[in-house]
């Protein structure tokens, strides 16, 4: 018992209460857990790797074209060294079987290796960003603010790690992603290329979700599962649905189950809740309840179909 303990015996039985109940849920406790993964050190490799994706961008002080060797060297070399060791702390956790440091720097090597692919795909997903949205100034106004662009950016980055079968840091950093920007991606999820998210917010995007090329999804859309009734028993369950390409997916829209398939080319209104699948070329929306207008005590009905308006609007 420490000095201030004594000098305060009343609190004696509320640390006994605590220390029994840690004894209750070992689950919620690490004590003596020196290969814990630190996630201040994921966030921040999060940032660095979006400074080697786009040099330039995101640096407190401009790149110089003659430095850029010395650049990426310096930024490729800190990036190998802080990232192998969290991919062997999460291995560690994740199994008894403890891969050598070795192990863990191969992963991260192959995963670094990997960068110019992940830039080719953000490229993509840039100019969906920039040809899709009227209002974009030009690229570096998408890349700078962006939520979209950012958490696609981190889920990209994730879902490489999750390739190579990195437990817990992959899911860590889109949960970062997640609190940053409001938009949910499993780095589990396979995306295409040219991938737009507009505005974002609330979208959720579920682990064994598929989303092919040029697909357009706007905020508030959830591509779930139908049930998780069977908790543990799904993992590797294929619960989410499939997007084929050149999809449309208006605001609220909810497309669940492993089995629904969105057929190319289809657009999908706001607040849809679909849980089978679509052929391709199809529109689908809500049918609208009557509006009514209420002026100077009079009642009118809406002109026209809001429903109608809205595919004048797509079409």
């Known amino acids: 018992m420490s000095k201030k303990q004594e000098e ?27 290969n814990q993964i630190n996630k201040d050190i994921i966030i921040d490799l ?5 400074e080697l994706i786009f040099p330039g961008f995101f640096n407190q002080k401009p790149i110089k074209a003659d430095y850029l060797v010395y650049y990426v060297g310096n930024l490729v070399e800190y990036i ?15 199994s008894t079987d403890r891969p050598s440091l070795t ?58 790690l999750y390739l190579l079968g990195v437990p817990l840091i992959p899911r860590m950093m889109t949960e970062y992603a997640h609190g940053v920007t409001g938009i949910d991606i499993h780095p589990g999820a396979s995306i295409g290329h040219h991938l737009f998210i507009d505005h974002g917010t609330g979208i959720v995007i579920g ?3 598929v989303i092919g090329n040029h697909v357009k999804i706007y905020q508030g859309v959830t591509l779930g599962a139908l049930s998780t009734r069977g908790g543990q028993l799904l993992g590797g369950v294929k619960r989410h649905p499939t997007i084929e390409d050149h999809v449309t997916i208006y605001s609220g829209a909810s497309i669940l189950g492993g089995s629904t398939v969105i057929g190319e080319g289809v657009v999908i209104g706001s607040n849809a809740f679909i849980t089978k699948s679509i052929p391709e070329k199809t529109k689908v929306s809500v049918k609208n309840t009557e509006l009514q207008f209420i002026s100077n005590g009079k009642k009118d009905r809406a002109p026209g179909s809001l429903q109608d308006e809205f595919w004048d609007w797509v079409i």
């Open 207 to 209: 682990e064994t979700t």
């Open 80 to 94: 190998l060294y802080q990232l192998q060791k969290q991919i062997k702390r999460a291995f560690n956790q994740q």
């Open 8 to 34: 305060n015996p009343s609190i004696g039985p509320i640390v006994k209460s605590v220390l029994n109940n840690y004894e209750e849920h070992l689950p919620l406790i690490k004590v003596d857990a020196s």
């Open 46 to 50: 999060i940032h660095r790797l979006r």
């Open 103 to 160: 192990g863990a720097e191969a992963v991260a090597r192959v995963f670094l290796e990997r960068i110019p692919a992940i830039r080719d795909l953000l490229a993509t997903d840039v100019e969906a960003a920039y040809d899709g949205d009227p209002a974009a100034f030009n690229h570096d106004e998408i890349i700078l603010s962006y939520p979209g662009i950012f958490a696609t950016t981190v889920n990209r980055l994730a879902h490489e």
